[in-house]
């Protein structure tokens, strides 16, 4: 039997459809809701009933229920299958409570009926049948428009998220170059750190959100360095103490610099805390274990392997496997032991990949 529905009716129409094995009672409908508004068709049988329902809609279907071939309950559940929205009444001679639990149970009845039926009663369970069905109608056209409407809304905050995302990457880098302006030797390690930082964070299986904050935060760590002299900064040789006192005071300074940002939100925890030590001797803070940011421990170990493998003006870049052994030497003292096995546990190629990446095309890797 066919499920499409026919067009929906207009609200005001009001038909139903009565199906009776018994050509007096139909007539006596057909009488009883007559300029009542109500348009209804009857059928003999439940075949009949059905073929009358694929041409035409009905908001409402009454059936008695003993009728030979099939039952009024059997009937009106092939009904409500095939027409889910329809309503159904269910008529009986008998009114035992066994008959109207099966046809509530397995029809999801509207109304029942005792025969001989009081015809305002039948009047007024088809009228509000219709209301019903009407109702019914209406609730999904409604809830159509609403999806609709959200998902129009899905996609507007859509465009705006990503917009706010190109937004963010642009500051970032904003800052970035800020910083590279007057400190050429951070641009590529900024860059590769960020990427490297993103690289242990998913292999420690942090969220997401806290991946991209730690990416963030290696991007940035050096950006407090804006607040330092170029006497200090840019010095060619040793610093003395009170020079390395002011050059440390970078790490707050950078805190200072993001504190009003609100997006970068733990970011702005990497740029305080990425010289502390695992075992609490770094700075600013003196924090130890897990009091330092899992961010600023994640960056203290890439940021070893990324000064140990890069060139300086004072050597060249050692091999990986000097970095790695390196921090395996300080697990527990310098490198949270569980930020060490996880970087340990990338695949070297990874690394390469990443590194190449930026001297390739200079990419931040900034979500």
């Not at 059936?63 to 027409?83: C, K, T």
């Not at 029809?107 to 049948?129: S, T």
């Not at 504190?259 to 130890?288: Q, T």
């Amino acid at each position: 039997m066919p499920t499409d529905h026919p067009s929906p009716l207009p609200a005001s129409v009001r038909r139903a459809l009565y199906v009776d094995d018994d050509p007096l009672v139909l007539r006596a409908v057909r009488r009883a809701l007559s300029n009542t508004g109500i348009t209804v068709e009857t059928a003999e049988s439940a075949e009949a009933g059905l073929g009358l329902l694929e041409d035409q809609e009905f908001p409402v279907v009454v059936s008695d229920y003993r009728m030979p071939g099939q039952n009024g309950i059997q009937f009106l559940e092939r009904v409500r299958h095939a027409w889910p929205d329809t309503v159904c009444i269910l008529v009986s001679g008998q009114a035992d409570v066994d008959t109207v639990a099966n046809a509530i149970n397995r029809v999801g009845l509207f109304r029942f009926l005792v025969k001989p039926w009081d015809v305002q009663d039948l009047k007024n369970a088809i009228r509000h049948g219709c209301d019903h069905f009407d109702l019914l109608r209406e609730n999904r056209s409604l809830a159509r428009a609403l999806e609709q409407k959200n998902t129009a809304l899905r996609e507007v905050n859509l465009r705006l998220d990503k917009e706010v995302q190109r937004r963010t990457a642009e500051l970032l880098l904003g800052l970035l170059n800020a910083l590279d302006l007057r400190d050429t030797e951070t641009q590529g390690h900024s860059r590769r750190v960020a990427l490297y930082a993103r690289r242990l964070a998913e292999e420690l299986v942090l969220p997401p959100d806290e991946i991209v904050e730690v990416e963030r935060g290696a991007l940035l760590h050096d950006i407090g360095k804006i607040g330092v002299s170029d006497t200090i900064l840019l010095k060619p040789g040793k610093l003395t103490p009170e020079e390395w006192n002011e050059m440390r005071r970078h790490t707050m300074y950078g805190f200072e610099i993001l504190r009003l940002m609100d997006f970068l939100g733990k970011a702005r925890l990497v740029v305080r805390n990425h010289h502390e030590r695992f075992d609490g001797k770094g700075y600013p803070d003196a924090l130890s274990g897990e009091e330092v940011y899992i961010g600023a421990r994640i960056f203290a170990v890439i940021d070893t392997y990324d000064a140990m493998t890069s060139d300086r003006p004072y050597r060249k870049a050692l091999p990986a496997s000097a970095a790695r052994e390196e921090l395996t030497k300080h697990r527990g003292s310098q490198f949270d032991p569980r930020c060490v096995d996880a970087f340990l546990a990338i695949p070297q190629p990874d690394l390469d990949e990443l590194r190449d990446r930026v001297t390739a095309s200079g990419e931040a890797g900034v979500d």
